[in-house]
């Protein structure tokens, strides 16, 4: 069974940066789309970025140009580097891994209700970012 940890929230100040961590086990998928989601209480899930294990990667428009979504194959880990945090960045962040999809698909799975859309969610990491 697919397990994901998330680790690297925190609190920082307009600008900063914080690198998050999803770290995987008991993942067999040889083709895989893993990516980050993020929610605020009260709003919907909304898909921040994803990447596939080809490498490919996609990203919301709002965190294009800020946010680096990456993956190490050999510590099973995939991470979202966040720089130039804003304000509207605050929300508790989650992890998702499913077989492979397109990207429009994994999105749309990650941000249905409830979480039987995809394969696996971490448990979610908060970040905080103040003004």
């Known amino acids: 069974q697919v397990q994901l940890a998330e680790s690297g929230g925190g609190s920082v100040q307009a600008g900063g940066s914080l690198k998050l961590s999803c770290e995987a086990s008991?993942?067999?998928?040889?083709?895989?789309?893993m990516g980050w989601f993020r929610q605020v209480p009260g709003k919907k899930r909304e898909g921040v970025a994803a990447i596939d294990s080809d490498g490919m990667t996609t990203y919301a428009d709002s965190v294009k140009g800020r946010f680096t979504i990456g993956i190490d194959n050999a510590k099973n880990t995939m991470y979202l580097q966040m720089n130039s945090l804003k304000p509207e960045d605050t929300a508790m962040y989650y992890c998702?891994?499913?077989?492979?999809?397109?990207?429009?698909?994994?999105?749309?799975?990650?941000?249905?209700?409830?979480?039987?859309?995809?394969?696996?969610w971490g448990q979610g990491t908060l970040v905080t970012v103040s003004s």
């Open positions: 008991g993942y067999n998928y040889r083709s895989f789309c």
């Open positions: 998702a891994a499913h077989r492979i999809v397109s990207f429009s698909a994994f999105m749309e799975l990650g941000t249905g209700e409830g979480r039987d859309g995809l394969d696996a």
